[in-house]
């Protein structure tokens, strides 16, 4: 009797850790999946269904304390708000994200991807300086691994597509052209379904440089392109690329046929999801229909622009204020922290 009791004292115990190490493992698994769902999610242009999967992701990785689970689940967290014009937010949540140091070391491929992130909200926020600090820590981070993965070179190569557009913001279109002809370097040795959206984008970019330079024939061509790799997919870059459309054919006085693609571009909003490029929109369509000498439809775009404009700009720099302040503090903290460490 007493080895039967002694036998039950030790199965017991045992059963009850491998039941709880069986219902973590199936937990993580989960949310595992919920990560790829998401990840499929947000290839797809499905915003809203991101903030949704996000919020899962990270309640169901508190409550098993799954590193890997929360560092995801706030990167497309970040993401959502990214996409929504949001960056304080999106800064707040990819900093979170990048909390989780110890898995990250695994996953150098996650950890680029979220300084990528933040290079891509200082830019939107035109602070280039920091925004070019984290895409140059991204590199810095990839160029560390021995193998590359896809992901790597797509992530490497939406850095390079984001460089590209920091020179343009500052007018530099030589520095420009040589991160474009970088981005489809690499572009070109990825054999990827889901790689629509980096080759898109980068069609993008250099019908941008091409109209900037004035080459219409080749501005046509890329942005053509960029539309037949988002045919039947929702992307920003997609609505951009109809936005050049109409410019290009404002500049040619083809006015109906900038109509057809601005109307297109308007149609490709989802509520209120990227309003910096439908601001730009509405200013555009104003513009083209001073160029027709429609006074009338010309103020109605202009008053839908500066609203949308006047509210973005007021958001954008209590955000810049805000994240300048931040970064300030850190540093000071750091400097702190190094004093410190030379005292002991």
């Given at each position: 009797?007493?080895?039967?009791?002694?036998?039950?004292?030790?199965?017991?115990?045992?059963?009850?850790l491998?039941?709880?190490?069986?219902?973590?493992q199936?937990?993580?698994?989960?949310?595992?999946?919920?990560?790829?769902?998401?990840?499929?999610?947000?290839?797809?242009?499905?915003?809203?269904?991101?903030?949704?999967?996000?919020?899962?992701?990270?309640?169901?990785?508190?409550?098993?304390?799954?590193?890997?689970?929360?560092?995801?689940?706030?990167y497309?967290?970040?993401?959502?708000?990214?996409?929504?014009?949001?960056?304080?937010?999106?800064?707040?949540?990819?900093?979170k994200a990048?909390?989780?140091?110890?898995?990250?070391?695994?996953?150098k491929?996650?950890?680029?991807?979220?300084?990528?992130?933040?290079?891509?909200n200082?830019?939107?926020?035109?602070?280039?300086?920091?925004?070019?600090?984290?895409?140059?820590?991204?590199?810095?981070?990839?160029d560390?691994?021995?193998?590359?993965?896809?992901?790597?070179s797509?992530t490497?190569?939406?850095?390079?597509?984001?460089?590209s557009?920091?020179?343009?913001?500052?007018?530099?279109?030589?520095?420009?052209?040589f991160?474009?002809?970088k981005?489809?370097?690499?572009?070109?040795?990825?054999?990827?379904?889901?790689?629509?959206?980096?080759?898109?984008?980068?069609?993008?970019?250099?019908?941008?440089?091409?109209?900037?330079?004035?080459?219409?024939?080749?501005?046509?061509?890329?942005?053509?392109k960029?539309?037949?790799?988002?045919?039947?997919?929702?992307?920003?870059?997609k609505?951009e690329?109809l936005?050049?459309?109409?410019?290009?054919?404002?500049?040619?006085?083809?006015?109906?046929?900038?109509?057809?693609?601005?109307?297109?571009?308007?149609?490709?909003?989802?509520?209120?999801?990227?309003?910096?490029i439908?601001?730009?929109?509405?200013?555009?369509?104003?513009?083209?229909?001073?160029?027709q000498?429609?006074?009338?439809?010309?103020?109605?775009?202009?008053?839908?622009?500066?609203?949308?404009?006047?509210?973005?700009?007021?958001?954008?720099?209590?955000?810049r204020?805000?994240?300048?302040?931040?970064?300030?503090?850190?540093?000071?903290?750091?400097?702190?922290?190094?004093?410190?460490?030379?005292?002991?």
């Amino acid at each position: 009797m007493d080895f039967k009791r002694s036998l039950i004292k030790i199965f017991l115990p045992t059963l009850l850790l491998w039941s709880i190490s069986l219902f973590s493992q199936n937990g993580s698994q989960k949310i595992d999946e919920l990560i790829e769902n998401a990840n499929q999610l947000y290839l797809d242009g499905r915003t809203d269904a991101v903030l949704n999967i996000s919020k899962k992701i990270i309640t169901e990785s508190e409550n098993l304390k799954y590193d890997k689970g929360l560092s995801y689940g706030y990167y497309y967290l970040a993401s959502y708000y990214y996409d929504n014009a949001e960056f304080m937010e999106s800064i707040h949540h990819a900093k979170k994200a990048q909390k989780y140091g110890k898995y990250l070391a695994k996953d150098k491929t996650q950890s680029a991807r979220i300084s990528a992130l933040l290079g891509g909200n200082y830019l939107l926020l035109d602070l280039y300086t920091l925004s070019s600090k984290n895409y140059r820590k991204a590199l810095s981070i990839l160029d560390s691994k021995k193998k590359k993965n896809t992901t790597d070179s797509l992530t490497q190569s939406t850095v390079y597509s984001n460089l590209s557009y920091l020179f343009q913001n500052i007018n530099m279109p030589d520095s420009m052209y040589f991160y474009l002809k970088k981005e489809n370097t690499i572009l070109k040795k990825v054999k990827f379904k889901n790689a629509y959206i980096e080759n898109g984008c980068s069609c993008l970019g250099f019908g941008n440089y091409h109209l900037n330079q004035n080459e219409i024939d080749s501005a046509q061509y890329y942005y053509n392109k960029s539309l037949e790799f988002f045919n039947g997919k929702k992307h920003p870059c997609k609505i951009e690329s109809l936005i050049g459309l109409g410019n290009l054919h404002t500049h040619e006085k083809e006015y109906e046929k900038a109509h057809q693609y601005y109307n297109n571009a308007i149609h490709s909003f989802e509520q209120n999801n990227f309003p910096d490029i439908q601001s730009e929109l509405f200013k555009k369509i104003s513009e083209l229909y001073i160029s027709q000498g429609n006074a009338t439809q010309a103020k109605h775009y202009q008053d839908l622009y500066l609203k949308a404009h006047n509210k973005l700009d007021a958001q954008k720099k209590k955000e810049r204020d805000f994240v300048l302040n931040e970064v300030m503090k850190e540093e000071k903290a750091q400097h702190q922290n190094e004093v410190k460490k030379t005292r002991k």
